[in-house]
């Protein structure tokens, strides 16, 4: 008999599950989204290093319109007067296949849901209920339809609702007082940046990365500024923080500015069901300062596929041992930069510039810090 999954959720993780299902099995799968359309939100990039790349290749991606997307060839680092302290080269990491490359969320999305969209999506549907019934699950929504399956995979975001369902051990999703603010820039304004790389800048208590998004020279500003509340109605003031360490900011920080609280899991903790699972960031948000939550999505939505399409046996088991040993990794080294990209003390931060300069000439540290990541 053919197995039966329910997805729930169709961001970046549930969509790649979808895909790779349609693509390389014959599974029936439905994905289940509580929203009435996809969030195709025009001002949000995201950044996807090689080891995401290599799995979207298997649905196709490289076949995608090369003018929407973009491969960075660097990262600069500066201090927040724009003055460069090191430059990372990213090109190290990438082969002809796959190459590291930034676009619009909306772009990988508009991607994703192509092959999906009319006969494996259901939109405004929130689990009202979930039972046991013949070893398999039988869910029920709020709209009083259901459907009896053997899997079901939570690929519902860092609040995961499926979880709520499932497990009784509670792991609320911490604020880590920080928030993060973005903007599309149309030109790099007064700043003395490449548009060839990514950008990253580093201030008292905030930082701020800017990269180009396609070939039309757009360019995705991503601000996180460490604050004890989030006020969305403060934005304005928060920002202000952050212009008043370089006046030449200003103008990049003009207009309409997208805002939201910065949350982490704060434990990585296994399904206790062995017919539910968790992807991308209902398994575990990270802090965004590797810039690795969309391809940890992808990466877990691709071992998860892989162990279900050979049919192994203990699938719960291995699939948390390995995305635990993966999620350590990347979870250890976004706090690290999180911690590094934020110091107050002017001290701390030349001592932060030297260790910088220092390190990323090191081949070694780059392959052990970035290499273990980025090549998989
Ligand atoms: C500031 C910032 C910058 C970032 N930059 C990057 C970056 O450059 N590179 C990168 O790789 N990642 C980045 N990320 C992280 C990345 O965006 C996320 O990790 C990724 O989108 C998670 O995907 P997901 O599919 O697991 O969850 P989500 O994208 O949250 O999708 C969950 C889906 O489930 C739906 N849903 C929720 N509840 C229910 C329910 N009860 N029933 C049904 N459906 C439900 C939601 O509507 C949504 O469609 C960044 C994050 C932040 C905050």
Request: some cysteine; hydrophobic content about 40%; glycine content about 6%.
């Amino acid at each position: 008999m053919k197995k039966k999954i329910a997805i729930i959720g169709s961001g970046i993780a549930g969509l790649t599950l979808a895909n790779l299902i349609k693509k390389n099995s014959d599974y029936e799968f439905m994905l289940y989204e509580k929203e009435e359309s996809l969030s195709l939100d025009e001002g949000f990039g995201i950044q996807l290093s090689t080891n995401s790349i290599k799995i979207l290749n298997i649905i196709g991606f490289n076949k995608i319109d090369k003018s929407k997307i973009f491969h960075p060839i660097g990262v600069d680092f500066y201090n927040i007067q724009n003055k460069k302290i090191c430059e990372l080269d990213l090109t190290q990491f990438n082969t002809e296949e796959k190459k590291y490359t930034t676009l619009k969320r909306s772009t990988l999305i508009e991607f994703l849901k192509d092959d999906v969209y009319t006969q494996h999506l259901r939109f405004g549907k929130k689990i009202k209920e979930v039972s046991e019934l013949k070893g398999k699950v039988f869910i029920k929504f709020d709209d009083n339809t259901n459907d009896l399956v053997d899997l079901v995979i939570g690929a519902d975001g860092i609040f995961s609702n499926t979880r709520s369902f499932f497990e009784k051990k509670k792991n609320e999703p911490k604020f880590k007082k920080a928030i993060a603010v973005r903007k599309i820039l149309k030109t790099k304004s007064e700043l003395k940046i490449d548009e060839q790389k990514i950008s990253l800048m580093m201030g008292k208590n905030c930082h701020i990365v800017i990269y180009p998004l396609n070939q039309n020279k757009e360019l995705n500003l991503v601000c996180i500024i460490r604050d004890k509340k989030y006020n969305p109605d403060n934005i304005k003031q928060l920002v202000n923080k952050v212009v008043a360490q370089n006046s030449d900011l200003d103008k990049a920080f003009e207009g309409d500015l997208k805002s939201w609280p910065l949350y982490f899991t704060p434990q990585i903790l296994p399904s206790t069901n062995s017919k539910v699972f968790y992807i991308g960031d209902a398994f575990n948000g990270f802090l965004p300062t590797l810039a690795q939550g969309a391809g940890q999505s992808i990466e877990s939505a691709y071992e998860l596929f892989n162990l279900i399409k050979e049919d192994k046996k203990d699938i719960q088991n291995v699939y948390y041992q390995e995305r635990l040993k993966r999620a350590k990794i990347v979870r250890r080294r976004s706090n690290i930069n999180f911690f590094a990209f934020h110091f107050s003390s002017t001290i701390m931060q030349v001592i932060r510039n030297f260790f910088m300069k220092f390190l990323i000439k090191r081949k070694s540290f780059i392959g052990s810090y970035l290499g273990t990541v980025y090549k998989r």
